[in-house]
């Protein structure tokens, strides 16, 4: 618009000089009213024209200037749109926050008042178990007093005495056991609720762990709740009295017969050569432990003999070996218990209720879940060879699991779970060392990096060694 303006005032002056050379050129020949009437038109033809150009100018700068502003109010709209949407979305991630955050704080809560119970539910049943203890020996010491009077002949108010006194420690027996059951299905419920909490601690501190929102599948609790009672309130003493180590069937026997220390003990299962093993006594009874892991000192890449007859110290690392598991399971109904601890030291566990077959079946695992708190990574009723690197049965591919993932394991398509893989710690980052790493990996939920695991096996019905 400048260089117009300026254009025009050029114009005018260089008009205003011609007219001026034209006057003086046509002086002599032209009258002064001529002349200057001729002047005036050509001025006034040359400022139309630069006006008329001046006009055009100003309509073009008109309508370039109005699409400048539509663009720079669309753009404004589109700004304050996007700052909107922005706020709304502000306002709900601050109201997540705060739902998060409330959940985590009554999880706190819910968390230590679970923990003060459980102290509580501990210190009573210690103390149940102590009157039960003392109970039991008065009720021997009252038998020997029976033995002695029966054989002195005792008169008939003697012998009501004792039968009021047995039938009042019977009676008071049978209360503790009561008691003790009661307080043992409390301890369950804490126990459940307990692992729950902490699930969901994990899931608001860890939002990928929300793909395992089915890990809390757990068919047929009553069903252990009422075997867990079962073992824990049926009298025992009369089937396994008098049993010494070296001729019990199992850890559980063991337990039974009087042993309360975890540690090595030697047993004899039916039809078998006695060999030591592993007993760990937890919740009112014993395991016998069939593998421990805690830190990777044991080389579990081993061949198809060693995992058969087992490896490894009792007291530390081992695998106690396919022919001793199957002459305790074959004896009886077990339960199968993995119990995993992560590297955050984070622990969990599965119950199984399951078979093992012989060496004809190369020792083939049937499992169906029972219980646990962390989801299935193995294959429920499907039967399962063992297999080693150097003895590899076929699971439908080309692809050797044992040599690959390392350790000897059941493995079903080639699937990432492999108790007895190599020991890897979180400083391996390299996916080929995670894969062939010690791992509980469920089919839809993340990888558990695991640093301990141990495998133990228990009694369903302990009438079956009678």
């Not at 002086?27 to 400022?47: C, H, N």
């Not at 720079?72 to 749109?81: N, S």
């Amino acid at each position: 618009m400048k260089s117009i303006l300026v254009f025009l005032f050029i114009a005018l002056l260089a008009l205003s000089a011609r007219a001026e050379k034209d006057y003086s050129s046509i002086d002599s020949g032209a009258s002064p009213e001529t002349k200057s009437r001729f002047a005036m038109l050509d001025d006034v033809r040359i400022l139309a024209n630069g006006l008329l150009q001046l006009g055009h100018g100003l309509k073009d700068f008109v309508h370039k200037t109005k699409g400048q502003m539509n663009d720079i109010f669309q753009k404004l709209y589109i700004f304050d749109r996007s700052f909107y949407e922005l706020s709304l979305q502000t306002s709900e991630i601050k109201e997540e926050e705060e739902q998060l955050r409330q959940t985590t704080a009554r999880l706190q809560i819910n968390n230590e008042e679970i923990k003060n119970l459980s102290q509580e539910m501990n210190s009573k049943i210690e103390d149940l178990i102590q009157n039960k203890i003392q109970l039991q020996e008065k009720v021997w010491g009252l038998e020997d007093k029976v033995t002695k009077l029966a054989i002195i002949q005792p008169s008939m108010q003697e012998t009501k005495e004792i039968s009021s006194l047995k039938a009042f420690v019977e009676e008071q027996d049978n209360h503790i056991k009561q008691l003790l059951k009661i307080v043992e299905d409390q301890h369950v419920q804490l126990d459940r609720q307990h692992n729950q909490i902490m699930e969901l601690e994990d899931k608001v501190q860890e939002p990928s762990l929300f793909l395992l929102s089915e890990f809390v599948i757990t068919h047929n609790t009553a069903e252990v709740n009422g075997l867990t009672t079962h073992l824990g309130q049926t009298s025992l003493c009369s089937q396994f009295g008098g049993v010494e180590e070296g001729a019990a069937p199992d850890c559980t026997a063991l337990y039974h017969s009087g042993m309360r220390s975890s540690g090595v003990y030697t047993i004899k299962p039916n039809g078998s050569e006695a060999f030591d093993v592993y007993c760990e006594m937890k919740f009112g009874s014993s395991w016998t432990v069939i593998q421990n892991r805690v830190d990777g000192s044991l080389d579990f890449n081993q061949t198809w003999d060693a995992y058969t007859s087992g490896f490894g110290d009792l007291n530390a690392e081992f695998w106690l070996g396919l022919n001793k598991t199957y002459s305790i399971t074959k004896q009886g109904d077990y339960i199968l218990r993995i119990e995993l601890q992560d590297w955050k030291e984070n622990k969990r566990y599965i119950e199984y209720a399951f078979s093992l077959g012989g060496p004809g079946t190369d020792y083939t695992l049937q499992l169906s879940r029972i219980s646990g708190s962390i989801p299935n990574a193995l294959p429920e009723q499907t039967e399962l060879r063992f297999s080693t690197a150097d003895r590899d049965v076929d699971v439908g591919n080309d692809f050797n699991c044992p040599e690959n993932y390392l350790g000897g394991w059941w493995h079903s398509e080639c699937e990432e779970t492999n108790l007895n893989g190599k020991y890897v710690t979180p400083r391996s980052r390299g996916r080929l060392d995670r894969r062939k790493g010690l791992y509980w990996k469920p089919k839809k939920g993340r990888y558990y990096l695991l640093k301990s695991t141990k495998i133990m096996i228990h009694p369903t019905d302990l009438k079956s060694f009678d």
